[in-house]
């Protein structure tokens, strides 16, 4: 059956949906096999910088990458998920990458893997690989979806730097019920001799990620030892062996950017570039749904006195910065319209916010199977100090709220899915 509207991309990247394995089980045998038969593109790489953590992944890539161009050089990006359309994860030399290089990708990558059983992530990073070893660049930054040691993107033998963000509790079901658990498929991502970038971390996931890097002999970058980073009087202050730099604070809002701000910089500095792909990586840097203010669409038109916000963090670590950041912001009342995945930590989440938030509207997220009905997750908020209530739609929870409050301060949260889909319909 043909989906009206859908591009030939969509309908290869459907077809790859239905070679998924009937278990779910992190390995990197699948790649290696596509990666085999596709000639090894992961050879073929311009030199590259691989990411792993729980958050602030992205947004540290983001700023990497503006540093990059700020200095006048291409870079790669593979990022996930993608929130309205599936390009958005394949950067190829800072454009996103066309419909026609997507879909000549796509289709050699189902060819040579020849129907066998292999995960949507698995194929289409495959595809990213490929569509990177054949177009020049001068640094490939590679994003992990899930975990680290077992991810798709862990098949670089020798990258130029790796780096690993914050690590929390998330995807316990792949990763472990611990930290130290979780910590140590983050750590995977570390090779021998290459030195790698930690950002702040907990005590029991830093411990875990030093014995990796002891052991492989990679030398730590270590936030808080070997870097340091802090805002004063309005600007970002940076610190390390080399000296202090003095810059402006990171274009995309939130205390959290601020460490993630640092950890590229600790990552530039590191590889030689100068001041001004540093003043470009936190002046310069996009990251869509990352408290995204929404200006456009139909949502702010239908509400034009409303401060509308969007974010896309679902985990506790994510809630704790959003509530610290709404609670720097100018005091106003602020209501929450939130979706959540039953696979994510709803209370977890929700929790922080409590206090920050004058009511929480839940929505449903269309077309997601494990998505929590709105009812069962405003009992969730309930139970987490919220005064919440249900609506149909992120629309019809603005309305109600409106009509409370014309001047409202509003955060839709709780999902990159919810985020995705308000980004399509207002992007």
């Known amino acids: 059956m043909t989906v009206q509207g859908a591009t030939p991309s969509d309908l290869m990247l459907a077809r790859m949906m239905a070679l998924h394995p009937k278990i779910i089980d992190l390995t990197l045998d699948r790649v290696w096999r596509l990666l085999a038969a596709l000639d090894h593109p992961e050879r073929a790489l311009p030199p590259a910088i691989h990411l792993a953590g729980t958050n602030g992944k992205g947004s540290t890539l983001a700023f990497l990458r503006a540093g990059i161009e700020g200095a006048g050089q291409a870079a790669h990006a593979y990022t996930s998920p993608h929130l309205a359309r599936f390009h958005e994860r394949v950067r190829v030399a800072g454009e996103l990458i066309s419909e026609p290089a997507l879909t000549a990708v796509l289709d050699e990558c189902e060819a040579a893997n020849g129907g066998a059983p292999i995960t949507y992530f698995e194929i289409t990073t495959c595809a990213a690989l490929l569509a990177f070893s054949r177009t020049p660049a001068d640094w490939t930054l590679l994003e992990t979806g899930l975990g680290g040691r077992l991810d798709a993107t862990n098949v670089l033998d020798a990258p130029a730097l790796t780096i690993v963000t914050p690590v929390s509790m998330d995807h316990e079901q792949y990763l472990g019920d611990t930290l130290e658990k979780i910590a140590f498929e983050k750590a995977g991502i570390l090779k021998r001799g290459v ?23 990679a030398p730590l970058l270590v936030h808080g030892q070997h870097w340091h980073v802090r805002e004063e009087r309005g600007r970002m202050v940076f610190e390390d062996e080399a000296g202090l730099l003095d810059l402006p604070l990171p274009v995309l809002p939130g205390a959290h950017q601020i460490a993630n701000a640092g950890a590229a910089l600790a990552a530039l500095r590191h590889l030689g570039f100068g001041e001004a792909a540093c003043e470009a990586a936190v002046t310069c840097a996009e990251w869509p749904a990352r408290m995204q203010r929404l200006r456009r669409g139909p949502l702010a038109e239908a509400a034009p006195e409303v401060e509308l916000w969007l974010d896309g963090g679902h985990n506790p670590a994510a809630g704790a910065a959003l509530a610290a950041h709404l609670a720097r912001l100018p005091e106003r009342p602020t209501h929450l319209i939130c979706g959540m995945l039953s696979t994510k930590d709803a209370t977890g989440f929700l929790a922080p916010l409590a206090g920050a938030a004058d009511s929480l509207t839940a929505v449903p997220i269309p077309g997601e199977a494990a998505a929590l009905d709105p009812d069962t997750l405003a009992e969730v908020a309930a139970r987490a100090g919220h005064a919440a209530r249900t609506a149909e739609s992120p629309a019809a929870a603005l309305a109600a709220i409106t009509d409370e409050d014309a001047t409202a301060r509003v955060l839709i949260c709780g999902s990159l899915y919810l985020a995705g889909q308000v980004l399509r319909e207002n992007g």
């Open 195 to 217: 030195p790698c970038v930690v950002g702040p971390q907990d005590d029991a996931a830093l411990e875990v990620i030093e014995a990796q890097a002891a052991r492989l002999g």
